[in-house]
């Protein structure tokens, strides 16, 4: 065989292999508000005292999901699993200030986990975990959320 030949056969087995990696996903990118369904843990009033902030903009490309969330301007950063519709996110900041019990805290650090599953295109559901980590400010100032959430966009919930 050829070289220009087999150059041919490669190329299509080459381009299949790299769209695999940016398989659609039914998930929407956008502005999603997040919800409680059931709270699990909110020691210091997490969720209440900043339900506002309970929001984000998603954006899919490929397997990889970034969500701008709006509590102290977290980025999660994650991937759709191997299988199915179900996606995971992480992000983490350190140094940040914030208020907890209305006292004013600087936090060592801030890690946000999101577990989800695509319900449709404008929803999805899961569990949040939120801690704030402290060793030398008060003890206060530490605390975690964890509740299961649903999140929509746009107020557009699945059918």
């Not at 065989?1 to 080459?14: D, E, G, N, Y």
């Not at 701008?68 to 995971?88: H, N, P, T, V």
Request: charged share 25%; with cysteine.
């Amino acid at each position: 065989m050829s070289t220009p030949r087999r150059f041919h056969l490669l190329v299509p087995a080459l381009l299949v292999s790299a769209m695999a990696g940016c398989l659609p996903f039914d998930q929407d990118g956008g502005d999603y508000v997040f919800t409680p369904v059931e709270v699990f843990r909110d020691e210091c009033g997490l969720y209440e005292a900043n339900k506002d902030a309970f929001t984000g903009t998603l954006q899919v490309t490929g397997r990889v999901v970034r969500l701008d969330f709006g509590l102290l301007d977290l980025q999660l950063i994650g991937y759709f699993l191997a299988e199915g519709d179900d996606f995971s996110l992480d992000g983490t900041i350190i140094n940040a200030a914030a208020d907890v019990r209305g006292e004013s805290c600087l936090l060592d650090e801030v890690s946000i986990h999101m577990d989800a599953t695509t319900q449709c295109q404008t929803h999805f559901d899961g569990v949040l975990r939120v801690r704030y980590a402290t060793e030398l400010r008060p003890a206060e100032c530490g605390c975690e959320l964890w509740m299961r959430y649903e999140a929509v966009k746009g107020g557009q919930r699945c059918d």
